[in-house]
């Protein structure tokens, strides 16, 4: 992830004397994402923000069709809205 590629490089190059344990990246798309350091290792963290899905109530032929498109031959026991990041969680 470019995040944590980016992180790393400002943690070992630029900031490897300094107290700072955490940044945070401003994103076009996902919003604020916060690297932490985990370790003496060097092992970094990253966060992604929750996206509070909530529950959506489809058409059954608007099921049906992302059944079909997506070949679920199972039941699917819930659908889920993200509003935020545009995602439906089946």
């Known amino acids: 992830h470019a995040t944590l590629a980016t992180a790393h490089i400002l943690f070992e190059r630029f900031l490897n004397k300094s107290s700072v344990d955490e940044l945070f990246f401003e994103t076009k798309k996902a919003g604020e994402l916060r690297v932490s350091k985990c370790d003496e290792q060097g092992r970094l963290q990253l966060d992604f923000p929750c996206g509070n899905p909530q529950p959506i109530t489809l058409s059954p032929d608007i099921v049906r069709e992302i059944k079909s498109k997506l070949n679920i031959t199972q039941q699917i026991q819930a659908i889920q809205l993200c509003e ?6 089946l």
Request: glycine share 0%; no cysteine; charged share 50%.
């Open 84 to 89: 935020r990041t545009k995602k439906l969680l």
